[in-house]
């Protein structure tokens, strides 16, 4: 079964802590992207990369960064953690459509509840 | 631009009733559209996709929505509710011309009523 793998389900961390969250994925796909989701905000678009190396600016990138050295993985990382930074974080991962249109969309991760203390 | 607007965000039903969720959607391109559904503590699933050809496209657990052109509209329905569906549902839309970035509705709780 394919699988988007978040490395944590809950984490507590101090506020100025730097951060990582982890999230690798088998199905060799070329996207993958962070989300953040908030009550009554939805999922809203941290990071996301097309390809290894590469990153995008997603709709809320501040006091975030993210790294993708392998195509299989994609880190989240919180330079200096924030109170305001708790929150659900979701990872995910597509494949380019090109013409297998019904293979096409996001496989995500359980998700990382993050909580800043 | 693409956007997805939700209607309701939280609709109650009785277990055996009706389940209608409403999506509209705007896209200046044809777009794919797709409803996810979220458990507690869980991450997103889909629960089905419109990509090209049939409108009425059926799910897992007996949800299906219907890609309404005219209306901008993918409302996702199932006939008999069941205590199992209460859950987070989103809708979700991208353009076909570049199906990449997918924007997410803000959601709409789905409780079921014993």
């Known amino acids: 079964d394919v699988k988007v793998t978040q490395s944590s389900r809950y984490l507590v961390k101090r506020t100025g802590e730097k951060v990582f969250l982890e999230c690798v994925q088998d199905m060799d796909h070329e996207n993958m992207f962070w989300y953040r989701q908030d009550p009554g905000l939805g999922l809203r678009l941290i990071y996301f990369s097309y390809d290894v190396k590469m990153k995008e600016k997603g709709d809320i990138p501040e006091g975030y960064s993210v790294s993708r050295e392998k195509k299989e993985r994609f880190s989240l990382i919180l330079e200096s953690a924030s109170t305001n930074q708790t929150s659900m974080y979701l990872c995910a991962s597509s494949p380019i459509p090109g013409r297998r249109l019904f293979n096409y969309g996001y496989t995500f991760g359980s998700g990382t509840r993050l909580t800043v203390v | 631009a693409q956007s997805v607007t939700q209607l309701g965000s939280h609709v109650s039903v009785s277990e055996g009733a009706l389940v209608l969720l409403r999506c509209n959607y705007s896209?200046?391109?044809?777009?794919?559209l797709f409803w996810y559904v979220q458990y507690p503590n869980q991450g997103l699933q889909l629960l089905l996709k419109y990509t090209t050809g049939a409108t009425l496209v059926k799910g897992i657990n007996g949800f299906e929505a219907e890609f309404k052109k005219s209306e901008t509209s993918f409302h996702l329905t199932k006939p008999s509710a069941h205590m199992s569906d209460a859950a987070e549902y989103f809708c979700?839309?991208?353009?076909?011309?570049?199906?990449?970035?997918?924007?997410f509705g803000s959601g709409t709780r789905l409780s079921i009523r014993p």
């Open positions: 896209s200046s391109v044809p777009p794919y």
């Open positions: 979700a839309v991208t353009p076909y011309s570049s199906a990449s970035k997918i924007i």
